[in-house]
């Protein structure tokens, strides 16, 4: 196992040197065990419910294996990720398509493979899936309301409750199988009640369906459960608690539910290693440039203001500190991780710093804006210890 410890003489005089054993940064360094705990802790929690990683949070093929190994099943957005998942064994029949807007072609190609299970919010949709596959089944994607979660991800897709009963009965006049309903409630949700609305919602379709001869199969409840970043958030089991008593009191018969996490199971387990390639005082603030940055691995601190707060040390790890702003190496001023992050106070080029809770949504949405490589991957034990 590797180690983030400092260089012995990190605190001496300056070394551009990579640390022994260690690829050149910005590395994504993956601890597998750490994404078997979490995916043991999500079954363990909501033991009643179908886990279907959303592999766009991190497609790395390790991952897709260990997973796979557990019992997992798996949710995409295009053919792409499901030739990724063909290519470690992952059978077509247990992935759902949860796109809500497909490329017609590639309604057919996965229809082809084996995936029997697809997401629409329109007619356009349905159509599209009646014609490149007759008689497969579609779940319907129910509109949330706007709620508090660090990465707000709604607003774009979904339909209210009239519209989602109605889009089903559509699907069976076209020859489809109406089989379901998703929602998702906004990514890294903080707040645990946020499913019960959508699940009553849920379950008046259901219910309103009855009266149609129509009895759905499916009910996905989405992602959205969080990771710890730079502080605590409600535990799995009480987002389980509420997500059980609303399937209780609002679903009219039994269902298969079905979850989608995705950051919950790979976030805590990354740590993004990368150097400091330039420090400088402007204006009175500090700032250190790392090799890393929001387009070339951190886009979500785009996304969110840079709200959301990645843990982060340095090499030196010094207990002289100064606040600093971490941005990264390319010429765009909008290139900034975090402001005000306290650091070693003799930060200096060449040192080494640490962004933890850096598995979801990095490597997976890089680019080499401006020319800058995207993380290398490394990935530190099993997944057996979980297993």
């Excluded at 699940?199 to 001869?213: H, P, Q």
């Excluded at 199969?217 to 605590?232: E, I, Q």
Aim: charged letters at 20%.
């Amino acid at each position: 196992m590797l180690c983030d410890c400092p260089p012995e003489n990190a605190s001496a005089s300056l070394s551009l040197s990579e640390p022994a054993g260690e690829p050149g940064t910005p590395f994504l360094r993956v601890d597998l065990d750490g994404v078997g705990r979490a995916y043991r802790a999500m079954r363990d929690a909501l033991p009643e419910a179908r886990v279907h990683y959303a592999m766009k949070c991190n497609p790395a093929r390790p991952i897709l294996s260990l997973l796979r190994d557990m019992g997992g099943s798996f949710e995409i957005a295009s053919v792409a990720e499901l030739r990724e998942l063909q290519a470690v064994g992952v059978p077509a029949a247990q992935v759902l398509f949860s796109n809500p807007v497909k490329v017609a072609t590639q309604v057919r190609q996965a229809w082809a493979a084996g995936v029997w299970r697809f997401a629409a919010d329109s007619d356009a949709e349905l159509d599209k899936i009646a014609a490149m596959a007759p008689g497969a089944a579609v779940y319907v994607r129910l509109a949330t309301a706007a709620a508090d979660s660090a990465v707000p991800s709604e607003g774009k897709f979904g339909v209210d409750a009239g519209e989602v009963a109605r889009l089903l009965r559509a699907a069976r006049a076209r020859g489809l199988e109406p089989y379901g309903i998703t929602f998702h409630v906004g990514s890294q949700m903080t707040d645990p009640g946020a499913w019960a609305l959508a699940i009553e919602r849920c379950g008046a379709v259901m219910t309103a369906l009855s009266g149609d001869g129509i009895r759905l199969t499916m009910l996905n409840a989405g992602g959205g459960f969080p990771a710890r970043y730079d502080s605590d958030v409600p535990d799995l089991r009480t987002y389980a608690k509420h997500i059980r008593t609303a399937v209780e009191r609002y679903v009219p018969y039994p269902v298969e539910l079905v979850v989608e996490p995705g950051r919950a199971l790979v976030a805590e387990a990354g740590v993004m290693v990368a150097t400091v390639i330039g420090v400088a005082r402007r204006g009175g603030a500090l700032w250190a440039h790392l090799d890393v940055g929001a387009f070339n691995g951190f886009m979500e601190s785009l996304e969110t203001g840079t709200a959301l707060s990645y843990p982060v040390r340095d090499s030196r790890d010094s207990s002289r500190r100064e606040l600093f702003h971490l941005t990264g190496p390319s010429c765009d001023s909008q290139d900034t991780l975090r402001y005000g992050v306290p650091m070693s106070a003799d930060l200096a080029v060449g040192d080494r710093v640490y962004i933890h809770v850096a598995g979801a949504y990095t490597t997976a949405y890089a680019s080499r804006f401006n020319g800058f490589d995207v993380p290398g991957m490394q990935f530190v034990g099993s997944g057996d210890a979980a297993a």
